[in-house]
């Protein structure tokens, strides 16, 4: 680990341990070495940094907005971590190619197949941009979420920490193959890694993903 991304990672220990009393011990679950990409819900931007920061050593690379890289410091932190920049709306092609061979070297891809936040934590539509990536590296999804952690702000003027909880899944491979999938399909899938998401968390935050009875799992593989 170069100097910069230690201090990225202090940085991010240092500042999320003032806003938050997070609730980590189900991280432990995940694995130690790749390749595997982690799937999160988004609720805000300070989930990065919790998640980051406390999963290290761990080799982790975020894919994110290319938007992100427009503040100094934000393009200093996601550089120094190797982050991977992405169009809104889905990977692109360079995007899927780095992130596949981030995947082949063992690492880890973190990924949040919502696109953009929430802010009031519960979940929105999913985006098929996983899908790719999954398939063309064919490693395995580790669903991983948070909740509790959306009224950090208002906390904060009020000098509180914020409980913030995190809940750890199992990881899976999607049983299709990698040709000719219509975007109808292509959406069940994302439908069904999104029901994995809400399956973790209180009902309160399942949002679109409300009713798991929805959740066929026709197209996972349980590792």
Known sequence: MSFSQRLVVLIARATTRVLFNVDAEQLQRVPQQGPLIIITNHVNIMEIP????????????????ATRWKNPFLK?????????????????????????????????????????????????KGNPGVIPLALKSGAPLLPIVY???????????????????????????????????SREVRQQ?????????????????????ADLSQATQRYLAYT
């Open 50 to 65: 919790v998640l980051y920061s406390r999963l290290q050593p761990r080799p982790l690379i975020g894919m994110v907005l």
């Open 76 to 124: 200093w932190g996601l550089n120094a971590s190797g982050a991977i920049p992405l169009e809104r709306g889905g990977i692109n092609m360079d995007g899927l190619r780095k992130g596949v061979e981030v995947l082949k070297e063992g690492k880890f891809i973190i990924l949040n197949p919502e696109g953009t936040r929430s802010g009031h934590g519960r979940l929105q």
């Open 147 to 181: 909740y509790g952690g959306e009224k950090y702000k208002e906390n904060l003027k009020r000098l509180r920490r914020t409980d913030l909880h995190i809940a750890v899944g199992k990881p899976f491979t999607l049983a299709v193959e990698d040709a000719t999938l």
């Open 189 to 209: 899938i994302t439908d069904e890694i999104m029901y994995q998401l809400a399956a973790l968390l209180p009902p309160e935050y399942r949002g679109k993903y």
